[in-house]
């Protein structure tokens, strides 16, 4: 998954202060038998010894049968060690440093492939940074309210704004839960306080909690650290985050059309669209503007991505922040 350099470096912290942890409880159970059990002390300091006299025995010639012997030797003294454990109450393998991970160590990684480990705490990073925008406590699927929406059938329509939003959250879900290489893209549009960022907010925390990278912000800010980007007034956390807007699983942006229109936000939106497409990125679009408003205020080769690359799922209703207010 492509997770930024900043949210990876906080699950790496995370597992170092696991290790940290997990060593430290180590050495204060090594304490505690050395204190109950002095002859394990001796018993480790002879082993250690052991380990240093084989290590050079190694790479000495004529040297099978010395090595057989110190092989012996260690056997003897971990099966008396394991044996004064055992007399005292204590399970054979107490003082050991046992990672948490089996897989990796604790290191993170096998080999070159990221681990699970590490990429579970990648994965709960990532949604304590969209819960700083996304406010997550509160925006699931689990808490979407159908009921806000009119069961009467609307006259341009011919469906109820009800029966519409079940069929968008129904799909949303199923976006959200087999999201993969293989998912589409998408683009809610409709008006104003239909629901169209708590869903999109939905799909971010559940597509980041199945593992995969997102990355979820307003046109603005998006086009607003590309353009910082260009003209040399970034910093570096603005240029990594311009790249994670790349290369991340799932992109959201939200709100668009309230980004103002120039020549760079229009060139740097065509260019973030295409791009994640060639790439076969996936990628989330909210937007208030009707079709007709999206034609005449972006390019052709824009349009024609979103028609034609991504599936359009259609709000309407009465705001239904609106509705809320009303009932208090």
Do not use: W
């Given at each position: 998954m492509a997770y930024s350099g900043k949210t990876i470096a906080a699950a790496k912290s995370v597992l170092a202060d696991r290790v940290s942890v997990r060593q430290a409880q180590a050495d204060r159970r090594l304490s505690e038998i050395y204190q109950r059990i002095p002859q394990i002390r001796r018993i480790d300091a002879e082993l250690r010894r052991q380990m240093m006299d084989l290590a050079m025995a190694v790479f000495q010639s004529d040297n099978s049968d010395a090595v057989q012997n110190m092989a012996a030797k260690n056997i003897a003294l971990q099966s008396q060690r394991a044996k004064l454990l055992a007399d005292a109450g204590y399970p054979a393998d107490y003082t050991d440093d046992k990672p948490v991970c089996s897989e990796c160590g604790d290191r993170g990684y096998v080999g070159s492939r990221m681990?699970?480990?590490?990429?579970?705490?990648?994965?709960?990073?990532?949604?304590?940074?969209?819960?700083?925008?996304?406010?997550?406590?509160?925006?699931?699927?689990?808490?979407?309210?159908?009921?806000?929406?009119?069961?009467?059938?609307?006259?341009?329509?011919?469906?109820?704004?009800?029966?519409?939003?079940?069929?968008?959250?129904?799909?949303?879900?199923?976006?959200?839960?087999?999201?993969?290489?293989?998912?589409?893209?998408?683009?809610?549009?409709?008006?104003?306080?239909?629901g169209k960022t708590f869903l999109a907010a939905c799909i971010a925390r559940e597509v980041s909690n199945n593992g995969w990278s997102v990355v979820y912000d307003t046109t603005i800010n998006v086009l607003d650290a590309f353009e910082r980007v260009k003209f040399g007034s970034s910093t570096e956390e603005a240029e990594e985050y311009t790249e994670q807007v790349m290369s991340c699983d799932l992109l959201i942006l939200d709100d668009l059309g309230t980004e103002m229109k120039t020549q760079f936000t229009v060139s740097a939106l065509y260019n973030i669209i295409n791009t994640r497409l060639m790439k076969d990125k996936k990628t989330l679009l909210t937007t208030n503007l009707t079709?007709?408003?999206?034609?005449?205020?972006?390019t052709p080769q824009i349009m024609s991505r979103i028609e034609g690359e991504y599936t359009t799922l259609f709000f309407f209703g009465e705001d239904i922040r609106v509705k809320k207010n009303r009932q208090f």
């Open positions: 681990c699970t480990c590490l990429a579970e705490l990648c994965a709960r990073q990532q949604i304590k940074e969209l819960s700083v925008l996304l406010k997550l406590g509160s925006e699931s699927f689990d808490n979407f309210r159908i009921d806000y929406y009119s069961p009467v059938p609307h006259p341009d329509y011919g469906v109820s704004a009800r029966d519409n939003m079940e069929l968008i959250y129904e799909q949303c879900v199923r976006y959200a839960g087999n999201f993969g290489k293989d998912s589409g893209n998408i683009c809610f549009r409709g008006s104003t306080g239909l079709l007709d408003e999206m034609k005449e205020r972006y």
